[in-house]
């Protein structure tokens, strides 16, 4: 366990990045370290070695306290009675889950767990949001990847699922993508919100990885006369204008119609449930 944690940090931090008024900012601001979503705050939780997500330690008031007895505290869900979510782009963003479920009139009570994921990385979706960024799609690559885990209770994931329209919630087959959080004891089971619209490829036809969306999109823009005519030459240009449903729409169409995107079978055909 980490000998030293960083103050809780307020929601008032964790919004200063908000892709919803700012896109350029997307994914929002993500947090350094393991916590708790807490109503309006971020509370530090540092893992145990070789110990579940229940017994790492919150940071609470000054003192070091079982996650699993704090969430009792709160009257919040157990974690026997939470689903872990890995994260691949802003639903990693505590601003971005504390509006979610804010809007949906539940209590944002929600550890985010680092964790270790084999196989799996977050690449880009081949569409754009209604808001102007290009967002995240996980993507299936060789290696780890280093990625957030929410673990929300059943009110919360079917909250989250009507968030996600674009994205099809899929079960990661343990054996081919084991997730591990910092404490090395790996999860039985982790959905993922794979993209219903395929992902962007670079110019060798590789799966683009996240970035940051000034580059992101400077990056597209510059690989397409017509998706700059479109959109304008720079990436505050594109974010003006793909508001507009239908320059959106037509800048979807050319990514495929110029070979910027392809479809993701071998993430669309995971599992939809748990065997039984």
């Not at 708790?36 to 070091?64: I, K, N, R």
Request: charged content about 20%; hydrophobic content about 40%; aromatic content about 6%.
């Amino acid at each position: 366990m980490s000998e030293a944690l960083p103050r809780p940090a307020t929601l008032t931090d964790l919004f200063v990045d908000d892709p919803m008024a700012a896109p350029l900012t997307y994914p929002g601001r993500l947090p350094r370290t393991s916590g708790l979503l807490q109503d309006d705050s971020f509370v530090p939780v540092a893992d145990v070695a070789g110990a579940p997500v229940e017994e790492w330690q919150a940071h609470v008031g000054g003192q070091a306290v079982r996650l699993g007895d704090h969430l009792e505290a709160l009257g919040a869900a157990p974690m026997s009675a939470r689903h872990a979510v890995l994260a691949v782009g802003s639903n990693a963003a505590p601003s971005q889950l504390y509006r979610k479920f804010f809007e949906s009139a539940l209590r944002p009570v929600v550890p985010l767990t680092q964790a270790t994921v084999q196989g799996i990385a977050a690449g880009v979706s081949a569409h754009i949001n209604r808001h102007g960024y290009v967002p995240a799609a996980p993507i299936a690559v060789p290696g780890p990847s280093r990625l957030f885990v929410l673990w929300v209770d059943q009110a919360q994931l079917v909250a989250l699922d009507v968030t996600e329209p674009n994205y099809y919630r899929r079960l990661l087959p343990t054996e081919r993508h084991p997730v591990t959080p910092a404490s090395g004891v790996a999860l039985p089971t982790c959905w993922v919100y794979v993209g219903r619209h395929g992902c962007l490829t670079d110019r060798t036809g590789e799966a683009m990885r996240l970035e940051a969306q000034p580059r992101l999109i400077a990056r597209l823009l510059s690989r397409s006369a017509e998706l700059r005519k479109l959109c304008g030459p720079t990436p505050e240009t594109f974010v003006a204008r793909v508001r507009e449903p239908l320059v959106r729409e037509a800048a979807c169409h050319l990514f495929r119609s110029l070979g910027l995107a392809r479809e993701q079978p071998e993430l669309l055909g995971l599992p939809t449930r748990t065997a039984c």
